[in-house]
């Protein structure tokens, strides 16, 4: 995936840590030079006001850049400016947007307007102005719209960090640290556990949140026992940024017996994440997350996961066909439906290579032809029935 021209991953700093490590994950597959990743503020933290007009204008015509949309954008541009760096000559910045949420398509589009060379990517169908991206990785579950077809090509789960070296690296670095050395001949289940999921509406706006209860704690817990005992197997636990702290101590308390190792996300510690994936034979992992089970899968462990059902029926049917796909395969299996009848073990390739190698395929192809780097004009029909 060699080219000449220096490529600069832009991506927003999100809060929320799934989506930064997906971003992450992109940026290093496209270059691994860490000093070349470029991380903005969310333009909706600073300027509600800005971001309010932009929807405005869009709901107006949406896929038209209209002049009232040109001098929000020119104002943008002007905030913008003051966050980027002095990219180099000959430089190409490669803007991350992830599924198109108000703040993301706006620094988009206004990065577009500083550096029209700059190559725009939709990790998700854009829900406006799809013609201004160069770039468009579609999840499992999505159909690719004709009008994007050219440009656009599927997933089959959300890019991440982990690669097989990664976790091996990781753990040989955390081996002796994680596991009691009377217990190293054995087996192991690194615990995955989720929490409580927040709802949110096409704006990224929080709707409702999904409890993660007591009662499933327990369940997560009974099952995973029985797999430890009938494995012989020992455990490693982490919990996330999204687990309420009285499921954390409850599960803490009777995993106990069977742990030599458990991680509270609470505390803040040094987080051992990828240790703990290197070092596992067998991944148990709450199903709603979308981006730890693809963290599971794309490190080539056996996968488990377990499916809370009050949490999963509120999720969009693209996650459950996204659960459905890789269980009739025999990539993963349910805790549940102990005795397991089938463990995945085929390692997914990771996403994040494979949009890194279109990226710079598409550094290639302008390099042969210039004349090709700037976008089409916008089309003047909208483009309703493909809306995400």
């Known amino acids: 995936m060699k080219t000449d021209q220096k490529l600069y991953p832009v991506f927003i700093n999100s809060q929320n840590v799934g989506h930064q490590k997906t971003m992450q994950g992109i940026a290093t597959a496209i270059t691994p030079i860490q000093e070349r990743h470029v991380r903005l503020p969310s333009l909706i933290d600073e300027k509600s006001k800005l971001i309010s007009e932009f929807k405005k204008e869009l709901s107006k015509k ?16 002007e905030i913008l ?25 706006f620094t988009g589009l206004a990065l577009k307007k500083i550096k029209p060379e700059s190559i725009l990517f939709s990790l998700g169908t854009p829900s406006r102005h799809t013609n201004s991206f160069d770039l468009i990785a579609i999840p499992p579950g999505e159909k690719i719209p004709p009008l994007i077809s050219k440009k656009a090509f599927h997933i089959d789960t959300l890019p991440n960090p982990v690669d097989p070296e990664l976790v091996a690296n990781a753990a040989k670095k955390w081996k002796d640290k994680l596991i009691y050395p009377s217990t190293k001949s054995k087996p192991i289940i690194t615990v995955l556990l989720g929490g409580s999921v927040p709802i949110v509406d096409s704006d990224n706006k929080q709707t409702e949140i999904v409890p993660f209860t007591l009662k499933h704690a327990n369940e997560l817990c009974n099952g995973v026992i029985a797999l430890a005992e009938k494995l012989g197997a020992r455990l490693l636990v982490s919990t996330s940024l999204r687990t309420p702290q009285e499921v954390e101590d409850a599960v803490f308390k009777k995993l106990a017996p069977y742990a030599d190792y458990m991680f509270p996300y609470s505390k803040n510690r040094l987080n051992p994440y990828y240790g703990m994936l290197g070092l596992a034979d067998f991944i148990v992992v709450t199903a709603e997350s979308t981006s730890q089970i693809s963290e599971a899968l794309c490190s080539g462990k056996k996968t488990v996961i377990y499916t809370p059902k009050s949490i999963i029926k509120k999720k969009d049917p693209i996650h459950l066909d996204f659960l459905n796909k890789f269980l009739s395969k025999g990539y993963m299996s349910k805790l549940e439906s102990f005795p397991l009848q089938k463990t995945g073990s085929n390692r997914l390739e990771n996403p994040a290579q494979i949009i890194a190698q279109k990226v710079h395929q598409l550094v290639r192809q302008r390099n042969r032809n210039p004349e090709n780097q700037m976008v089409k004009d916008i089309p003047q029909k909208p483009l309703k029935q493909y809306w995400g």
């Open 62 to 77: 949406p896929e038209v850049l209209t002049l009232s949309l040109q001098k929000i954008l020119d104002r943008a541009v």
């Open 81 to 105: 400016k003051t966050k980027l760096p002095d990219f180099p000559k000959g430089s190409t910045p490669v803007y991350l947007n992830y599924f198109s949420w108000p703040d993301q398509l």
